[in-house]
């Protein structure tokens, strides 16, 4: 049974940084695309970013490109998101995604080359 279980969500202030998580288990980690996606209330849900796993290859959104990291822990079958100068328009309930096969670059961040997807974490920036 595949498994993304995230965390690490909380209220942060403008300018702020945490640290999401993502667990994973029941699939290849080490070789699976996976991506951070968010969804903001009464907004549509948007990529944030996508990771292939063979390569570690990364696509970012220009809203955290230098903000944001991605990073993979293979040992852990865990997936990171660095956020750092964190912004009010990020605040969202952030999820993370699975999938198969070696996406292009440009579908790294599309929601139809994820199968499996978590609950969620709730991230609000605010004063």
């Known amino acids: 049974e595949v498994q993304l279980v995230e965390s690490g969500g909380g209220l942060v202030q403008p300018g702020g940084s945490l640290r999401l998580s993502c667990a994973t288990s029941?699939?290849?980690?080490?070789?699976?695309?996976m991506a951070w996606f968010r969804q903001a209330p009464g907004k549509e849900r948007e990529s944030v970013v996508g990771?292939?796993?063979?390569?570690?290859?990364?696509n970012y959104a220009n809203s955290v490109k230098g903000r944001f990291t991605v990073s993979r822990d293979k040992t852990k079958n865990t997936m990171y998101l660095q956020m750092n100068y964190l912004k009010p328009e990020d605040t969202a309930v952030y999820y993370c995604?699975?999938?198969?096969?070696?996406?292009?670059?440009?579908?790294?961040?599309?929601?139809?080359?994820?199968?499996?997807w978590g609950q969620g974490t709730q991230v609000i920036v605010s004063s």
């Open positions: 029941g699939f290849p980690f080490s070789t699976s695309p």
């Open positions: 995604a699975s999938g198969s096969g070696n996406p292009i670059s440009g579908r790294l961040r599309s929601p139809s080359t994820y199968e499996y």
């Open positions: 990771i292939r796993g063979t390569d570690g290859a990364t």
